[in-house]
């Protein structure tokens, strides 16, 4: 594997072996790569959906939840991280069933690190080519760069906190779809998050105050009562 390019990328480790944890965990601090460790699927699902690292590395055999019920319900709550299954479960349908949720690669135990390595590096690379070719979302008179994770009115930017930027960014890209506050709670606070929906209810008012020409009358992020939010283009 060359010297990794995406410095900054950062990868959770969730496997409940200590010792093999903690020599993954060295052996990625020593290419560049911030690391996080779980040990079990409740750790695992909370360090996800809180940290959002750019890719997991997922044991299935796990105390709690599994390995496997790690990835369907991250993938069940729209959650596209790469995710590359480690496990000592190596036949063909143990690979087949981590493929059908949602794997996007998999290795057997025991495993060659040069190996592991090189896949990482791939689903990273591969991770950064698609978000550069995100489209740009646009609504009124306001343009979402995802890619950048920049925000535009009337060409001039607009700053907004990394929570404010994946709200807008989960209602612009299903227009006209209502989200309730407790999906929108679950999307972008995550997993175990002690919040009310309250919370969601500040965060679209300031949206509005920052985005909206009138944000008394918003045009564009509406309320639909006693549901939810939705954005009207």
Known sequence: MKDNPEKQASIL?????????????????????????ASNGDEAMRKAFDDRPDLIILDIMLPGYSGLDVLDELRNRGEDVPVLILSA?????????????????YMAKPFDLEELFARVDALLRRGMKENETQPLLRYGNVVIDQAGRQVK?????????????????????????????????????????????????????????????????????????????????
Not at 177 to 203: M, Y
């Open 13 to 37: 480790i969730v496997e409940d072996d200590r010792s093999l944890s903690e020599g993954l965990a060295m052996n990625f601090r020593l290419k560049g790569f911030k690391v996080l460790t």
């Open 89 to 105: 479960r190596g036949k063909v349908e143990h690979k087949v069933e981590g493929f059908s949720l949602g794997a996007d690669d």
């Open 153 to 233: 009115k009337e060409g001039n930017e607009v700053a907004l906190s990394a929570k404010e930027f994946d709200l807008l960014c989960l209602l612009a890209k299903s227009p006209g779809q209502t989200f309730t506050r407790d999906t929108i709670l679950d999307r972008i606070w995550g997993w175990g998050f002690e919040g009310t929906p309250r919370t969601v209810d500040n965060f679209i008012m300031s949206l509005r105050r920052k985005l909206e020409d009138d944000p008394t009358h918003p045009r564009h992020l509406r309320t639909v009562r006693q549901i939810g939010y939705r954005l009207d283009p």
